[in-house]
């Protein structure tokens, strides 16, 4: 039978976060028509987060060496994956399905685990990085096969992490399915400037980090006279004339918007990191997001390696400071034409063009 055949009878299970993400949906786009099905099932953070303790939480830290040891959520999926016959799981996002790809492996040898490593390192501190590294090196030999969303990763992890026994790998630069992209007609340019921030702002939250934390640059670009549209939260709810909230918004809704405005800022507080590395190896959402709204990208000029080789041929708008950025988006006919080449460029960025690339890897592992 060739490798061909063996993946269209092929059930693929997508183990994440949440079985409704979008990078679920996008995989789908991409195997669509390449296997006979698809399972979706939760993680084992997702699963079992309303029973959550401090035993789990140590728990945890062994599930990262021995794999998942909630007995009560494994044997579900195992229950899942022999019901369904899924000979192929592919487990996102960055080193957190680790547990339970490490724990399938060891139950069901014969089921190819695929981690798809869209965040890496996750960690932001020296000790971090090194404790991630370790847990991915040693569940090295317990992967079939990793998939990377660019090159800069690919080498990151090859060159630090691994060295030698390196699993099969492919690139597959993330992108949304061509479904979520904006559909309305390109909007005119408006007459004044702006920009749309859909990153954090909710500094009081126990999962934002120091990272999250833009409210200087904010601050800075409102201090230039650019309206500056983001969600509201209580750390930014000041008053400022510039300053434009809106609310939480589904995703097609949230591409729309985004839409509206001038560029899309992507920007993280790299300088109250001790390591950075997460943000210049990957590649976040919020970007995919902005991508898929069809606008150009305003980004600091220093950093963001992978954002950047992906969007080589993708209108950007860099700066060193906030006055800089302000200069060029004063310049109201060339926002314009930039706003055109984005809005042209989107159909460049959909998920089931990867599709070959992504069959022909799995086909490899079968």
Not at 11 to 16: A, D, E, M, Y
Not at 343 to 358: E, G, H, M, Q
Request: aromatic residues 8%; charged residues 20%; glycine residues 6%.
């Amino acid at each position: 039978m060739s490798g061909c055949s063996s993946l269209l009878r092929t059930i693929v299970t997508i183990l994440g976060t949440d079985s409704q993400c979008e990078h679920t949906d996008s995989l789908q786009a991409m195997l669509h028509g390449h296997v006979a099905g698809f399972g979706n099932l939760p993680d084992s953070q997702s699963a079992t987060k309303n029973r959550r303790n401090w035993r789990s939480k140590i728990s945890r830290l062994t599930d990262q060496i021995w794999g998942t040891s909630d007995s009560a959520y494994l044997n579900s999926v195992l229950s899942t994956l022999d019901e369904t016959q899924s000979k192929i799981v592919i487990g996102y996002w960055g080193t957190l399905p680790l547990p339970d790809l490490l724990a399938i492996k060891k139950a069901r040898p014969d089921v190819k685990v695929v981690l798809l490593l869209l965040c890496y390192p996750l960690a932001l501190s020296h000790g971090g990085i090194l404790r991630q590294d370790f847990y991915l090196r040693r569940a090295a030999r317990f992967l079939d096969g990793i998939v990377f969303p660019s090159d800069l990763t690919e080498g990151y992890v090859r060159g630090r992490v691994f060295r030698t026994g390196f699993p099969p790998s492919v690139v597959i630069p993330p992108c949304w399915p061509r479904s979520f992209q904006a559909t309305c007609e390109l909007r005119r340019t408006a007459a004044s400037p702006s920009l749309i921030f859909v990153g954090r702002t909710d500094m009081s939250s126990p999962t934002a980090t120091t990272a999250d934390d833009v409210r200087p640059l904010m601050n800075s670009i409102l201090g230039t006279g650019i309206d500056l549209h983001h969600a509201r939260s209580p750390e930014t709810d000041d008053g400022h004339p510039h300053r434009r909230h809106f609310s939480p918004l589904p995703m097609r809704e949230l591409i729309d918007k985004i839409g509206e405005f001038d560029a899309s800022l992507i920007a993280y507080n790299t300088q109250g990191c001790a390591r950075d590395d997460r943000f210049y190896l990957t590649i976040p959402d919020r970007l995919i997001t902005s991508v898929a709204a069809g606008v150009p990208v305003a980004i600091p000029r220093q950093g963001y390696g992978a954002i950047k080789s992906y969007l080589r041929d993708y209108p950007l708008l860099e700066f060193d400071t906030a006055d800089e950025l302000a200069q060029t988006l004063a310049d109201r006919s060339l926002v314009a034409k930039l706003r055109e080449a984005a809005w042209n460029s989107r159909s460049n960025y959909d998920a089931a063009l990867y599709s070959p690339a992504l069959a022909q890897f799995l086909n490899r592992l079968l």
